[in-house]
């Protein structure tokens, strides 16, 4: 056998896990089976701020019950690679106040595009590392290492930005596979049931929705500070993060320019019941010059960003934006987002286009148990992101990190409808999800507000600072159809067994592409990666 071969299967019988014991994992496959008990809880849990705390999950959520193994018991399961495939961690210590596992993590996939005669695959391997005291502090770490060949829009995606999406910089060898490495990190203190403070580098995702207009998990991993306070029907959260700005030119002694951020977002439930929950968004990104470092100002965690900005010449790029989610009844919830990156709204009612009208909106649906059938989910989501929004000056004070955006991956300029509805039976867990995109595309090097790492201030000026409207330049369409179909092997690993095939369309005035993509897959539950762009 050869050494591919005794890795697939050593690791397939060591499995992974997906439980961070401390941090709940933002990975949409799990949290669709907690999704119910958060649209159905009525105590005030804080959706919008994601990952999660376990401590607050296990407060709504039956977690024991939820991911117990379904398996029945025999020989087999009672043996120690049974025990291990099927219902436990690789290792696992819990013992004098301190819970530890140790797990390897894995994601091989092969795929076959219809229209192509090359072959795709994904091989992830890697290793998680977990522990917390007494259910106060915590800490992980992980890191996996990928080499990978994409379809062909992917690709092309790649070798123009330099980075896998969600993932790390890549290195080519000869035969176009793409090898990257991307590794995660944090130690946690929950001092009380009002504060919680976690150091790491890692992700977050700010939102109810599956994209989030004001902080996703799109972009690779960074380092931050998050505190969370929380009190009676109120969280705050602050946010401290620092970004790479990769549009630079590496220094040899200090490597890519950084870039920081302050982000602070405060959520209150509304109502007996709290049904309803809004949110109130800022963040500020600036870069450090020669007469620049860190901005002091920004430190403090209960200042209003704008005022402070202005105080200091306007210099930096600030988003202000609200996040809204209104319970129908325990089945149904409706969310949405309204991002404002620039607003005059005598120019807004003027309806002229003007270039400073950088907005983004949001809404979107949840149905848990449809028809009163247990484990159906339906949710729909509209997005739109007006030309020029989240650029600034310099593609350092650009809201994006790591040659991607912090937000959504189509940019700016467009409107988007993604829809899924999925079941799960048992182990079995199927999904089918329609993705249908509208977009205006830069042209000729004409900045139209489509790419985000663009500065304004090379904004299209043939018409002056007027007739800016939704879809200019290169009117393009995509839509996708993406149905998977997994069994689910150990609940507690979220370790699957997966199939699925993706249709895609992309057409515009100068460019067809359609494909077809078959796939198979045996992996762990890693982060969420967005392809669909």
Do not use: C
């Not at 008990?37 to 804080?46: C, E, L, M, R, V």
């Not at 048992?426 to 139209?448: C, H, P, R, S």
């Not at 007739?467 to 996708?480: A, C, I, P, R, V």
């Amino acid at each position: 056998m050869n050494k591919f071969s005794l890795l697939l299967i050593a690791e397939v019988f060591a499995v992974s896990t997906y439980a961070q014991e401390s941090l709940f994992p933002m990975n949409r496959d799990v949290n669709t089976r907690i999704e119910s008990f958060i649209n159905s809880d009525t105590t005030g849990f804080h959706s919008s701020v994601k990952p999660y705390l376990y401590t607050d999950v296990r407060k709504i959520v039956p977690v024991d019950s939820v991911f117990s193994p379904i398996v029945g018991e025999g020989k087999f399961t009672k043996t120690w690679v049974g025990r291990k495939l099927l219902k436990e961690h690789l290792l696992f210590v819990n013992e004098d106040d301190i819970v530890l596992s140790v797990d390897p993590v894995f994601n091989l996939q092969f795929g076959k595009e219809k229209e192509s005669i090359s072959n795709y695959f994904v091989n992830t391997r890697g290793v998680l590392v977990q522990a917390n005291v007494k259910d106060k502090f915590y800490f992980y770490t992980g890191f996996h290492e990928n080499q990978a060949r994409y379809v062909s829009y992917i690709d092309s995606s790649v070798r123009a930005t330099n980075v896998v999406p969600g993932q790390g910089i890549v290195k080519y060898n000869p035969e176009k596979v793409f090898d990257f490495s991307q590794s995660i990190g944090g130690i946690g203190y929950i001092l009380n049931k009002h504060f919680d403070f976690l150091l790491a580098h890692d992700k977050n995702f700010i939102g109810d929705g599956y994209r989030s207009l004001l902080l996703s998990d799109n972009s690779y991993s960074y380092p931050f500070l998050r505190i969370n306070m929380t009190f009676w029907k109120f969280r705050y959260t602050a946010i401290y993060a620092v970004y790479r700005d990769l549009q630079s030119v590496p220094d040899p002694n200090i490597g890519y320019l950084k870039k920081y951020s302050t982000t602070h977002n405060l959520d209150l439930n509304i109502g007996k019941k709290n049904k309803l929950t809004v949110s109130i968004f800022e963040t500020v990104m600036w870069a450090p010059s020669a007469s620049r470092g860190y901005e002091l100002a920004y430190l403090n965690p209960v200042l209003f960003i704008r005022p402070v900005e202005n105080s200091l010449g306007s210099p930096d790029n600030v988003l202000l934006a609200s996040n809204i989610k209104w319970k129908i009844n325990r089945s149904n919830t409706l969310y949405g987002q309204v991002m404002l990156d620039e607003l005059l709204l005598d120019e807004v009612r003027s309806g002229k286009g003007w270039w400073g009208n950088k907005q983004g909106f949001q809404l979107g649906i949840k149905s848990s148990n449809l028809f009163r059938v247990k484990n159906l989910n339906v949710q729909s989501e509209f997005n739109l992101v007006r030309p020029y929004t989240y650029q600034h000056r310099t593609s350092a004070q650009s809201y994006t990190h790591y040659n991607q955006s912090l937000t959504h991956p189509l940019g700016a300029n467009f409107a988007e409808s993604v829809s899924f509805i999925n079941y799960r039976y048992k182990n079995l867990f199927a999904e089918v999800k329609v993705q249908i995109a509208k977009m205006g595309q830069d042209t000729a090097d004409v900045n139209l507000g489509n790419n985000i790492f663009d500065s304004y201030e090379t904004r299209d000026m043939r018409d002056g600072e007027y007739g800016h409207y939704m879809f200019d330049g290169l009117e393009s369409n995509l839509k996708t159809v993406d149905l998977r179909v997994n069994y689910l092997i150990n609940p507690k690993t979220n370790f699957v067994v997966e199939a699925g095939i993706i249709m895609r369309n992309f057409d515009n005035a100068q460019y067809r592409n359609q494909s077809t993509f078959y796939y198979f897959g045996i992996r762990t539950s890693l982060e969420n990666y967005y392809f669909d762009f």
